[in-house]
């Protein structure tokens, strides 16, 4: 992902922010919610927890940091 596509998905988000990542933002800024799932998890249930959202993600597409190393992806700050 190169600078400008980045700042391509920020100028879009602040158009059209992700709703659910902003109601849980707000709820954790304003308020001391936290979901119930989390509160009740040990550091390391929370742990494995983000590893299988992590896997989730990749199996959607998503480049891990490995695959980033690899050459499975691109990051620059140069021109597109």
């Not at 596509?5 to 659910?20: G, L, M, S």
């Not at 929370?46 to 896997?55: D, F, N, P, T």
């Not at 990749?58 to 891990?64: E, H, N």
Request: charged share 25%; net charge negative.
């Amino acid at each position: 992902m190169t600078l400008r596509d980045a700042r391509a998905i920020t100028d879009f988000w602040q158009e059209c922010p992700p709703e659910n990542e902003m109601l849980a933002m707000f709820a954790r800024v304003y308020t001391s919610w936290e979901p119930a799932s989390i509160l009740n998890m040990t550091e390391e249930e929370r742990m494995v927890e983000h590893r299988k959202s992590l896997q989730r993600r990749w199996d959607a597409g998503a480049l891990s940091a490995q695959d980033l190393v690899r050459g499975g992806g691109l990051i620059s700050a140069g021109p597109a």
